[in-house]
């Protein structure tokens, strides 16, 4: 490798430089951003309404034209650039799909390979791979948009952006359209699909949850098209720069930060349990207050209170457990865990669903005052 | 029963001569639809980019349709130095009035398609003609259709009016009938009149179905769609 090469793969893919879009003299929509958008990571612009997170998007492929700066992508000035040319070679996934609804599911996978004069036959049979790639029968292929659930016609979006395997993914709140569960797990599988093609994603929302899932890099937009804060969705949670950010962030911040702490350390304590079969026997006691509920593979089922043993002969009639704690997994799922079982202990599984033990909320509690007085020192040695 | 075995009888006897004026009849007002969307679409489409423009366009197509077509027939001849017998006459008028009536329909169509789709059409990389001939007009098609269907209509008994001045056409039993006092030629002519329209209007419904596969398939499924996220919205 030589040492252009070398400075092209280090160099930001996206640059803006001093950039500013005013509408018609008023109040600027984004008011001098400078930033560097890393290469091969998802970078989020998450802000309120009206905070120009998609106006500054949409400068990066001239679908909005800035008042002045520049944007530079992979070193070149996009202003230089055939705007058609330039926004085929990035993909672009929008909130409403934006599926052509005259046209197939493939055909419209196939636009921007065709527009660029790809054989039609082998444009289609592209679109076939992708339609694998991002989780959609083939089948589904030679229907119209019209015809898919509002989660498929994303997965179209998202396969259509990838379509010319572009090196830039532009995603504007591609996933504020569906309900919860389905963003959910479409959020999943965007993270499963960047890991294998570590393409530079820029990705808008006004949710920051959203944004601290999907982020390597967090961009806060306060109204007025003001940057916030740029830095690891972590350090956006743990330290907001101002009360702006803090106000944005919200009120759980503080638990979700948690998501981000290591839960290697927690104690596991041991549990009794009872199996599911000798419930029916009245001569098995238990002899701790809360004894859980596993069948013959160690699942968990429920928990039974030592006082109302007698009355539990079924897995029916034990008490719901709260949610599970994978060992290892980060310190709010842990504290979630105690704090939904009806014992008060977190119920621990390992990778294949079997009890390991319990959790404590008070003993992550202790976890998290330690390690908030690790990083205290830490900053303390740097501040010095 | 006299109408009847009247037309029965007319129809076998004057069939060569049906059959030109059906033949010409059909030429003039077919043609005015096909040169009416070929001018109608690409001056919606600049219509649609320039709000002065679409003004001046929109109001002086109204005009134009207020002119009478019998002033028009006689007129034209003097303007393009054609026959007055001319059935091209005929058809440059009815395009006259085919693209006034069309312009506004045209504008409709294409503003009426989604503005997300084609916000998308940009974002994917379209060049502004490619969009227009492959995104924006196949998918005006059906409220375009619906423009074309009026002036089909309008045509087929608009055509008629050229045969006052002697230009060939189905118009031509009427004036006949008329002046025989000839009642059967007059029904005939109303006959083939009504069949040609409700055949053209079929031809129509048929071009659309076909030109638009994905609108029949997609109805149902989009209603169910809106349904769902209502209630996504409502919870």
Same mark, same amino acid.
């Given at each position: 490798?030589?040492?252009?090469?070398?400075?092209?793969?280090?160099?930001?893919?996206?640059?803006?430089?001093?950039?500013?879009?005013?509408?018609?003299?008023?109040?600027?929509?984004?008011?001098?951003?400078?930033?560097?958008?890393?290469?091969?990571?998802?970078?989020v612009?998450v802000?309120?309404?009206?905070?120009?997170?998609?106006?500054?998007?949409?400068?990066?492929?001239?679908?909005?034209?800035?008042?002045?700066?520049?944007?530079?992508?992979?070193?070149?000035?996009?202003?230089?650039?055939?705007?058609?040319?330039?926004?085929?070679?990035?993909?672009?996934?929008?909130q409403s799909s934006?599926?052509?609804?005259?046209?197939?599911?493939?055909?419209?996978?196939?636009?921007?390979?065709?527009?660029?004069?790809?054989?039609?036959?082998?444009?289609?049979?592209?679109?076939?791979?992708?339609?694998?790639?991002?989780g959609?029968?083939?089948?589904?292929?030679?229907?119209?948009?019209?015809?898919?659930s509002g989660g498929q016609q994303q997965r179209?979006g998202v396969?259509?952006?990838?379509?010319?395997?572009?090196?830039?993914?532009?995603m504007?709140e591609p996933f504020s359209a569906v309900d919860p569960v389905v963003r959910a797990e479409l959020q999943s599988e965007l993270i499963?699909?960047?890991?294998?093609?570590?393409?530079?994603?820029?990705f808008?929302t006004h949710d920051i949850d959203e944004a601290t899932i999907l982020?390597?890099?967090?961009?806060?937009?306060?109204?007025?098209?003001?940057?916030?804060?740029?830095?690891?969705?972590?350090?956006?949670?743990?330290?907001?720069?101002?009360?702006?950010?803090?106000?944005?962030?919200g009120?759980d911040?503080?638990f979700r930060?948690?998501s981000?702490?290591?839960?290697?350390?927690?104690?596991?304590?041991?549990?009794?349990?009872?199996?599911?079969?000798?419930?029916?026997?009245? $001569?098995?006691?238990?002899? *701790?207050?809360?004894?859980?509920? =596993? !069948?013959?593979? @160690? /699942?968990?089922? +429920?928990? &039974?209170?030592?006082?109302?043993?007698?009355?539990?002969?079924?897995?029916?009639?034990?008490?719901?457990?709260?949610s599970?704690?994978?060992?290892?997994?980060?310190?709010r799922?842990?504290?979630d865990? $105690?704090?939904?079982?009806? *014992?008060?202990?977190?119920?621990? =599984? !390992?990778?294949? @669903? /079997?009890?390991? +033990?319990? &959790?404590?909320?008070?003993?992550?509690?202790?976890?998290?005052?330690?390690?908030?007085?690790?990083?205290?020192?830490?900053?303390?040695?740097?501040?010095? | 029963?006299?109408?009847?075995?009247?037309?029965?009888?007319?129809?076998?006897?004057?069939?060569?001569?049906?059959?030109?004026?059906?033949?010409?009849?059909?030429?003039?007002?077919?043609?005015?639809?096909?040169?009416?969307?070929?001018?109608?679409?690409?001056?919606?489409?600049?219509?649609?980019?320039?709000?002065?423009?679409?003004?001046?366009?929109?109001?002086?197509?109204?005009?134009?349709?207020?002119?009478?077509?019998?002033?028009?027939?006689?007129?034209?001849?003097?303007?393009?130095?054609?026959?007055?017998?001319?059935?091209?006459?005929?058809?440059?008028?009815?395009?006259?009035?085919?693209?006034?009536?069309?312009?506004?329909?045209?504008?409709?169509?294409?503003?009426?398609?989604?503005?997300?789709?084609?916000?998308?059409?940009?974002?994917?990389?379209?060049?502004?003609?490619?969009?227009?001939?492959?995104?924006?007009?196949?998918?005006?098609?059906?409220?375009?259709?619906?423009?074309?269907?009026?002036?089909?209509?309008?045509?087929?008994?608009?055509?008629?009016?050229?045969?006052?001045?002697?230009?060939?056409?189905?118009?031509?039993?009427?004036?006949?009938?008329?002046?025989?006092?000839?009642?059967?030629?007059?029904?005939?002519?109303?006959?083939?009149?009504?069949?040609?329209?409700?055949?053209?209007?079929?031809?129509?419904?048929?071009?659309?179905?076909?030109?638009?596969?994905?609108?029949?398939?997609?109805?149902?499924?989009?209603?169910?769609a809106?349904a769902l996220d209502a209630r996504t919205v409502a919870s």
């Amino acid at each position: 490798m030589t040492s252009t090469e070398q400075a092209s793969t280090t160099r930001p893919m996206i640059e803006f430089r001093d950039v500013t879009k005013t509408y018609d003299g008023g109040q600027p929509a984004v008011d001098s951003l400078t930033m560097d958008i890393e290469r091969g990571k998802i970078t989020v612009f998450v802000g309120p309404s009206g905070c120009g997170k998609t106006t500054s998007l949409r400068m990066i492929n001239r679908m909005v034209e800035p008042t002045s700066g520049r944007i530079l992508l992979d070193g070149q000035d996009v202003a230089e650039q055939k705007a058609a040319e330039l926004r085929r070679s990035m993909g672009y996934v929008m909130q409403s799909s934006g599926l052509m609804p005259h046209r197939t599911v493939l055909d419209n996978i196939a636009t921007v390979p065709r527009l660029n004069g790809v054989a039609r036959s082998t444009a289609r049979a592209r679109a076939k791979e992708l339609l694998d790639v991002v989780g959609l029968a083939p089948e589904l292929g030679r229907r119209y948009p019209g015809q898919l659930s509002g989660g498929q016609q994303q997965r179209v979006g998202v396969a259509r952006a990838l379509a010319a395997d572009p090196p830039v993914l532009l995603m504007d709140e591609p996933f504020s359209a569906v309900d919860p569960v389905v963003r959910a797990e479409l959020q999943s599988e965007l993270i499963r699909l960047q890991r294998d093609l570590a393409k530079t994603i820029v990705f808008v929302t006004h949710d920051i949850d959203e944004a601290t899932i999907l982020g390597d890099r967090v961009a806060v937009f306060a109204v007025g098209g003001r940057l916030a804060q740029f830095a690891d969705p972590e350090e956006i949670l743990r330290a907001p720069v101002d009360d702006f950010v803090a106000g944005f962030v919200g009120r759980d911040r503080g638990f979700r930060h948690l998501s981000f702490q290591e839960g290697e350390d927690v104690t596991i304590h041991p549990i009794e349990t009872i199996e599911t079969g000798r419930l029916a026997d009245p $001569s098995v006691t238990v002899n *701790s207050p809360w004894t859980l509920l =596993v !069948d013959a593979e @160690g /699942r968990p089922h +429920g928990w &039974v209170p030592e006082a109302t043993r007698e009355s539990v002969t079924s897995q029916a009639d034990a008490v719901p457990g709260g949610s599970l704690y994978t060992r290892g997994d980060s310190l709010r799922r842990a504290l979630d865990a $105690s704090l939904s079982s009806p *014992s008060g202990l977190g119920v621990t =599984v !390992d990778d294949d @669903g /079997r009890v390991v +033990g319990v &959790v404590r909320a008070a003993e992550v509690f202790e976890l998290i005052e330690a390690g908030r007085l690790d990083r205290g020192r830490a900053n303390y040695n740097t501040a010095v | 029963m006299d109408w009847i075995s009247g037309i029965i009888d007319y129809v076998p006897a004057n069939i060569g001569q049906l059959r030109q004026l059906t033949g010409n009849h059909l030429l003039q007002s077919v043609l005015p639809i096909v040169f009416g969307v070929l001018i109608a679409v690409p001056l919606a489409q600049l219509a649609r980019q320039n709000r002065t423009l679409a003004g001046i366009m929109l109001t002086g197509s109204s005009l134009l349709y207020t002119i009478p077509s019998l002033a028009m027939f006689v007129f034209l001849p003097l303007v393009l130095g054609t026959s007055i017998l001319s059935m091209v006459n005929v058809v440059v008028a009815l395009t006259i009035y085919a693209v006034a009536l069309l312009m506004r329909s045209t504008v409709d169509a294409l503003t009426s398609i989604d503005d997300g789709v084609r916000q998308a059409a940009v974002a994917m990389g379209y060049t502004p003609l490619r969009r227009f001939l492959t995104v924006d007009l196949p998918l005006s098609i059906p409220v375009l259709i619906a423009g074309v269907r009026v002036i089909s209509v309008t045509n087929i008994s608009m055509v008629s009016v050229g045969a006052l001045i002697g230009v060939p056409s189905l118009g031509r039993l009427f004036t006949d009938g008329l002046t025989r006092n000839y009642p059967v030629q007059i029904a005939v002519g109303i006959i083939i009149t009504l069949l040609l329209a409700l055949l053209l209007d079929l031809l129509l419904v048929l071009l659309e179905r076909v030109l638009t596969p994905w609108a029949r398939s997609s109805t149902t499924r989009r209603t169910r769609a809106a349904a769902l996220d209502a209630r996504t919205v409502a919870s």
